[in-house]
C-alpha cells in the first residue's frame, strides 16, 4: 500500500502526519462503536468482520437493532443508504480531484473515505496545505492512519467491551476532534452563514430517523453559505483554492 | 441479540450494509469525469465540510441527553466545546484542543 516512488511515498507520509493530531478522535468514536456494537447484542466474530466490512460507525449502530430484529435485507440496505447519504455530498465533492484516476484507485479511496479524512482533504485543499501532485497518495495516507486507528480502537471495543468505561463521555473526544477540524474554516462570512444555519436545521431537524437531519440540515447550510458568498462578494474573481 | 441472528442470514445482512456505505461513499468518485456537475454546485461543494461537521456537533453538544435540548450555559458539552473553541483561537495544536476540551467537559459533568 506505500508507494514506492519517492515523491508519492513523500506524500503518503506527509498525509500520514497531516491526520496525527486528529488520531484521538477516531479512536474515542471507534472504541465507543465497538462496544455499542457488542452491547447490541452482536456476537464478536460478526462484530469484527462488520467492522472491517463497512467501517462506517453511524451506519453500523444505526442497522444493528434492525438485524437484531431479524427485519429483511432491504430495510437493512435502506437504513445503511439513508444514514450514509451525506458521504454522496462528500463523494460529490472529492470527484474532481480524482477523476483522472484509474477506477479501482477511485474506488479505494471511496471505501476509505470518512467525516474525518474528508474534512482534511478539503481543508487542506483550500488553506493551500495540499501537495501540487501525488493528492491520491496523500489521502492515501490520511486514510491509512484513520482506518488502523480505528479498526484498532473497535476491535479492541469489541473484544474488551465489559472492560471499557461507557459512562466517561469518551466519545466527546471525536465531536472535540471534528469542532478542531472545523473551527479554523469558520473565519469568513459565507462559511459562518453555512455553519450557522447548518447547526440551527439540525437541531429543528434532529427527531427524523437515520441521520436524515444531518443530510437535510448540510444542504441547507451549503445553500446558506453559496448565498451569502454571492452576497458579500458581487462577482469575486474566481476561487483559486478550486478544484483543478 | 436474544434470538440470534446468525450464520447466512447475518453475513448477508452484514454484507448489505456494507455495499449501502460502499455505493454512497464511491458514487460520484466511481462516476468520475461523467458526472461533471455544474460549476456552481461544485463550488457550492467547498462549503459541504463545514456545514455537515457543524450539523454532527451541534446536536452532540445541545441533544445529548435523551435527544431532549440542554441550552443551560452549564451543558457540560456546552463547556468542553467552548474551552476547545478558545484553545484554538489562539493554537493550531489539535491535542491541546482536545486535552483541553475533555478536561473542561470532565470537570463540569463531576461538579456542576
Known amino acids: 500500500m506505500i508507494p514506492t516512488d519517492p515523491e508519492r511515498r513523500a506524500a503518503f507520509h506527509a498525509g500520514q502526519r497531516a491526520i496525527l493530531q486528529s488520531l484521538p478522535g477516531s479512536a474515542a468514536w471507534g472504541l465507543v462503536s465497538g462496544v455499542a456494537m457488542v452491547k447490541g447484542g452482536l456476537a464478536v466474530p460478526w462484530a469484527i468482520m462488520m467492522s472491517l466490512l463497512v467501517y462506517a460507525g453511524s451506519a453500523q449502530l444505526a442497522a444493528l437493532p434492525l438485524i437484531a430484529a431479524g427485519m429483511p435485507l432491504w430495510v437493512i440496505v435502506a437504513t445503511g443508504l439513508i444514514t450514509n447519504l451525506r458521504f454522496v455530498i462528500y463523494s460529490a465533492a472529492l470527484r474532481p480531484y480524482f477523476a483522472a484516476e484509474p477506477l479501482r484507485k477511485r474506488a479505494a479511496l471511496g471505501f476509505f473515505m470518512t467525516d474525518f479524512t474528508f474534512t482534511l482533504f478539503m481543508r487542506s485543499a483550500q488553506d493551500g496545505t495540499l501537495p501540487e501532485r501525488h493528492r491520491d497518495a496523500w489521502f492515501a495516507g490520511v486514510c491509512t492512519n484513520n482506518w488502523i486507528t480505528w479498526q484498532v480502537c473497535a476491535i479492541t471495543g469489541i473484544v474488551a467491551a465489559s472492560y471499557v468505561p461507557t459512562d466517561w463521555g469518551l466519545e466527546f473526544t471525536g465531536t472535540l476532534a471534528l469542532v478542531a477540524l472545523v473551527g479554523p474554516s469558520l473565519n469568513a462570512r459565507p462559511a459562518l452563514v453555512g455553519a450557522l444555519v447548518a447547526g440551527v436545521v439540525a437541531l429543528l431537524a434532529h427527531g427524523l430517523p437515520y441521520r436524515l437531519g444531518l443530510f437535510v440540515a448540510a444542504i441547507a447550510g451549503i445553500v446558506a453559505a453559496t448565498l451569502a458568498d454571492s452576497w458579500s462578494a458581487p462577482r469575486a474573481p474566481q476561487e483559486s483554492g478550486a478544484a483543478p | ?112
Open chain 2, 1 to 112: 441479540m436474544s434470538a440470534p441472528v446468525a450464520g447466512i442470514a447475518l453475513a448477508v445482512a452484514i454484507v448489505g450494509l456494507a455495499l449501502s456505505t460502499f455505493v454512497t461513499r464511491t458514487s460520484f468518485l466511481l462516476a468520475g469525469a461523467r458526472a461533471r456537475l455544474n460549476h456552481r454546485i461544485e463550488t457550492a461543494l467547498r462549503y459541504a465540510p463545514v456545514c455537515t461537521l457543524t450539523a454532527i456537533i451541534v446536536p452532540d453538544v445541545f441533544m445529548h441527553v435523551h435527544d431532549t435540548a440542554d441550552f443551560s450555559p452549564l451543558n457540560p458539552r456546552l463547556i468542553g466545546v467552548l474551552a476547545s473553541a478558545l484553545w484554538l483561537a489562539w493554537s493550531r495544536n489539535i491535542l491541546g484542543c482536545l486535552a483541553l476540551g475533555m478536561s473542561a467537559y470532565s470537570l463540569a459533568r463531576l461538579f456542576l
